[in-house]
């Protein structure tokens, strides 16, 4: 059974950081992209952070939105991708899903799977 299970979230000040974090299970991890996402009231679910499969090399790229405060990584032992988020702003609160992808190669079906999310919500 397929799981993508995050923790981290809370709630802080503006400045201060958090570290996300989100633990797979039920899929071949290290040959997945691991994203972040995030969505916040009223707006359309946003791609942060993602890291390519290990095999894949292991790129990262970032939204412009984060780009030098957040940083993605992945532990493909213990099945877990970070986001560590510093430097945090108000308007980087949103709920925060994390999201696994990938396409068989012998069939090309995406393999596509999502946490069920967590909040960040930074506020003074």
């Known amino acids: 059974q397929v799981q993508l299970v995050e923790s981290g979230g809370g709630l802080v000040q503006p400045g201060e950081s958090l570290r996300l974090s989100c633990l797979a299970s039920?899929?071949?991890?290290?040959?997945?992209?691991m994203t972040w996402y995030r969505q916040s009231a009223g707006k359309e679910r946003e791609d942060i952070a993602s890291q390519s499969g290990t095999y894949s090399g292991g790129i990262a790229r970032y939204a412009d939105s984060v780009q030098g405060r957040f940083t993605i990584s992945r532990d493909n032992e213990k099945q877990i991708v970070y986001l560590q988020m510093n430097s945090l702003k108000p308007e980087d609160t949103a709920r925060y899903y994390c999201n696994a992808w990938a396409r068989e190669i012998a069939t090309n079906k995406e393999l596509d799977y999502w946490g069920q999310g967590i909040q960040v919500t930074v506020s003074s």
């Open positions: 039920g899929f071949a991890f290290p040959y997945f992209r």
